[in-house]
């Protein structure tokens, strides 16, 4: 708890400096922090393999992501548009007084940022909620993964250097431990603090509210934002071509293991598609081989949630899970379930964060039309081809519940650009109109300020 107080005041402390430094500063402290973790590549790479078991192969890609992430910001900052500025002098079409207005957004002050598990470099100490705040001018406290520590602590200390040696402001960046996933108390006093303005948060929908609840407690409420729980769902036209599509959601499914936001965990089926979708799937889910997941309590809780879903009245388990060998890997798993089952239990509409899914084959000619899909922060479409006659009414559905439709293709990979929207309604996150990911997620660490007839004299550096 000392570390969690000590870390925030003196964020609060870098705030006036990093905030007032000139945009073109900020942004070239940016991108050497960026040019900084690059020389780090290797290093990096092989600690996060290390701590995950994710392979060298899945990471380079993410490593990639994290140091252009911090680049295309570092250029957003310079450009400066994100900011809105909007003068309106005195017209004589003035709708109430005619007062000379200005406005746009301010920074609101120092960030904490919980990690993901799941992409301990994209989503880490400098991934997405760090660079997009960074941007907006405001310092950042991440709390260290108990998944992957050495890694974040590696992180930390290339940027902090890299930030000292360019502005003399390493305090941008803070960094809070905690090894032990079951201790809450950095994280209870990192969101508690009255000098953190606001939080952004990867990971469970447990852990999304309980962070959200402890936010609203405080003596002055602050925004979170959280990225929660995401089954994507998968929605296809009676002509879509169910071989096809099987194969592409195994790789899917398959991918990083399935620990992935994106990864589509819930499949609805004609009836039409229902058997071959159903074969195809169980055949490569069940041919996959077991791998260990990103830490042992996350496996724990996969086991935990795959058991839930079996045990649920009309569940068949097409793939079981459990180990066939007595190791502590994970398998993946199918399940499959009726349409009413399926709507009677909520249990069936939850996550299961791994590489597993639930198949609902609708039946007769029922449509998913109106089914209440779970928020999600995808949803798949999956048609005949461009003149699909059914395909208007699931893309409408698809839409409703998600912050990003997919056509023909899977969801699991996120082009980081402007017109990306990684978000989405209740569970996915908790505040659906923002995104996490590109130019806009800057926009969740600021707030709009207008000012009246100001005084030549006064400098807001607008």
Not at 161 to 176: E, H, P
Not at 293 to 298: K, N, Q, R, T
Request: aromatic fraction near 6%; include cysteine; charge should be neutral.
């Amino acid at each position: 708890m000392t570390d969690s107080v000590s870390k925030c005041g003196v964020a609060e402390r870098a705030l006036d400096a990093w905030r007032r430094w000139r945009r073109v500063d900020r942004a070239a402290a940016m991108e050497r922090v960026g040019g900084a973790l690059e020389a780090r590549r290797s290093e990096v790479i092989a600690s996060a393999a290390a701590e995950t078991a994710l392979t060298p192969e899945e990471l380079a890609p993410e490593f990639v992501r994290m140091v252009a992430t911090l680049r295309l910001f570092a250029g957003v900052v310079r450009e400066g548009s994100w900011r809105r500025p909007a003068v309106d002098p005195p017209t004589p079409e003035s709708i109430g007084p005619n007062h000379d207005l200005r406005s746009a957004l301010v920074p609101l002050g120092p960030v904490a940022v919980f990690g993901a598990s799941n992409f301990p470099l994209a989503y880490g100490v400098c991934g997405g909620d760090t660079a997009s705040a960074w941007a907006a001018g405001c310092p950042v406290v991440v709390k260290e993964h108990p998944a992957h520590p050495r890694t974040g602590r590696l992180i930390v200390e290339t940027a902090r250097a890299a930030l000292d040696r360019s502005v003399g402001i390493a305090d941008a960046l803070g960094y809070v431990r905690n090894e032990d996933p079951g201790d809450f108390t950095a994280a209870r006093a990192l969101v508690s603090h009255p000098a953190i303005r606001a939080v952004g948060f990867t990971g469970s929908v447990a852990g999304g509210l309980a962070v959200e609840r402890l936010a609203r407690e405080r003596a002055v409420p602050i925004p979170v934002f959280a990225e929660m729980g995401s089954v994507n769902p998968v929605l296809m036209t009676p002509a879509a071509r169910a071989a096809e599509i099987a194969e592409a959601l195994a790789g899917s499914i398959l991918a990083r293991f399935g620990q992935q936001c994106t990864c589509p965990g819930l499949v609805l089926a004609p009836a039409s598609a229902g058997s071959a979708l159903v074969e195809g799937l169980s055949t490569r889910l069940a041919a996959a081989p077991p791998r260990r997941m990103l830490a042992p309590w996350i496996r724990d809780a996969y086991l935990r949630r795959c058991g839930r879903a079996a045990l649920a009245r009309g569940v068949r388990v097409l793939v079981d899970p459990t180990a066939r060998d007595g190791r502590r890997d994970a398998h993946a798993a199918l399940f499959e379930v009726g349409l009413d089952d399926w709507l009677q239990q909520p249990t069936l509409h939850e996550e299961i964060f791994g590489p597993a899914a639930v198949i609902v084959v609708l039946p007769g000619e029922a449509t998913p039309a109106d089914l209440p899909l779970p928020g999600s922060l995808t949803c798949s479409v999956w048609t005949g081809g461009p003149h699909d006659p059914d395909a208007g009414a699931l893309a409408g559905l698809a839409a409703s519940c998600a912050g990003r439709v997919v056509f023909n293709g899977v969801p699991t990979g996120v082009r980081v650009c402007e017109a990306m929207v990684h978000g989405g309604p209740f569970p996915s996150t908790n505040r659906p109109d923002t995104t996490a990911v590109g130019p806009r997620a800057i926009e969740r660490w600021c707030r709009a300020v207008c000012v009246q007839n100001a005084p030549s004299s006064v400098d807001l550096g607008w």
